[in-house]
């Protein structure tokens, strides 16, 4: 819609325009605006264009779908009985579970996960438990209700278990409704474990969907106090397209585990996470702040005479460069992640203490699992 665009961007008076000086400036394709569509043929019969010129403009895509193939193949491979066979296939299942395992992100964990399969009763509680919305906003052509919640994972996961889902709350900005509460209070009361599913709807991300608070929508964040009032042995599992503002949430849960929106088979991986088959690896890619004052949040900040303290809860009132009510470092910061195993990090050596324009420094380090849990690390280095 780049074309169609130009007028409110303040460089055409209208859509006619656009096309003109699109044109002319070799342009020859217009997805989605339609400015070709409706304005090349009158500006061709007034004179601005000829049709030599507009000749030339059709061969040139006419020449890229001919070396494309797809005179003799219009669809590139795709087809309706194709679809059939791939789309939601066991193997492209399988794919779509792995994929949303590996990319999670343990973010806490205080000797609550792995969950032991040996339950006899779980309470799943949040707006995100059953839920099918969970496959990311663009996912445009898929069918939500082809997607895995989160109680039908652990319900396979765990057929003899007795499961118990309730949603407490809604999870937009506009469910203020605290009319779920006491039935969430009252299952957590009676389950020997609590998972708690809590973040944004699908349709918060996306482009144009900026948000300017980043903490829980809507009253999620006082359902969690209340069922960790009656249930300590309660883990967290969030659904977000973006890093949130969470350290209330942080405080009182004992394991967190980061899902982002993990697809079709986002329960299945969930399930998976939750009980020990699989070992989390995920990464950060993005840090969590303590609060969105904080943002943005990077590596190559520029340095000062007058740094803070790097203690992240210390609050500093005085002449140096820092926030006075809350620490410098963020939540959870980039590459940060926990696993099932415990890689221990030893013999840390640099070759040289010199370093020129033209010479290399090696780093070389010993990482071993100190676990009997199989793993995978990902071995960062941070340097300046």
Not at 121 to 147: K, M, N, T, V
Request: glycine residues 10%; aromatic residues 8%.
């Amino acid at each position: 819609n780049a074309i169609g665009e130009l007028k409110n961007h303040g460089i055409t008076e209208d859509m006619k325009e656009g096309a003109r000086l699109a044109f002319e400036n070799g342009c020859h394709i217009d997805m989605c605006s339609d400015a070709y569509h409706k304005h090349l043929r009158s500006l061709v019969e007034e004179g601005v264009f000829t049709i030599q010129q507009l000749d030339s403009a059709v061969m040139d895509v006419l020449r890229l779908k001919e070396r494309l193939g797809l005179f003799e193949d219009p669809y590139h491979g795709c087809s309706s009985e194709k679809a059939e066979e791939v789309c939601l296939s066991p193997k492209h299942r399988e794919i779509s579970r792995k994929a949303a395992a590996d990319c999670a992100v343990l973010l806490k964990n205080e000797g609550i996960f792995p969950l032991s399969k040996e339950l006899k009763r779980i309470a799943l509680i949040g707006p995100f438990a059953d839920e099918h919305s969970i496959i990311g906003y663009w996912a445009c052509c898929a069918d939500d209700q082809d997607s895995i919640t989160v109680r039908q994972g652990v319900e396979a996961k765990l057929p003899d278990a007795q499961i118990i889902s309730v949603p407490g709350c809604g999870g937009c900005l506009k469910d203020k409704s605290r009319g779920g509460f006491d039935a969430a209070v009252e299952v957590a009361k009676q389950a020997d474990a609590v998972i708690l599913c809590l973040g944004e709807p699908q349709s918060y991300s996306g482009e144009g969907n900026s948000r300017s608070d980043l903490g829980l929508p809507g009253v999620q964040m006082e359902l969690a106090r209340e069922v960790f009032a009656v249930n300590p042995n309660t883990a967290v599992v969030l659904f977000n397209g973006r890093p949130l503002a969470i350290p209330a949430l942080d405080a009182l849960a004992p394991a967190i585990l980061e899902m982002w929106f993990p697809g079709t088979e986002g329960g299945n991986a969930v399930a998976d996470l939750l009980f020990g088959d699989v070992n989390p690896s995920g990464k950060l890619t993005m840090s969590f702040p303590y609060g969105v004052g904080q943002c943005p949040i990077y590596y190559n900040h520029p340095m000062t005479g007058r740094p803070k303290p790097a203690q992240k809860d210390q609050i500093c009132i005085g002449n140096i460069s820092g926030y006075i009510d809350m620490g410098n470092l963020p939540l959870y910061s980039f590459g940060h992640g926990l696993s099932y195993s415990n890689f221990v990090y030893e013999e840390l050596t640099v070759d040289t203490d010199e370093l020129t324009i033209d010479s290399a420094i090696q780093v070389t380090v010993t990482v071993h699992n100190d676990s009997p849990v199989a793993g995978k690390e990902t071995v960062q280095l941070y340097m300046r």
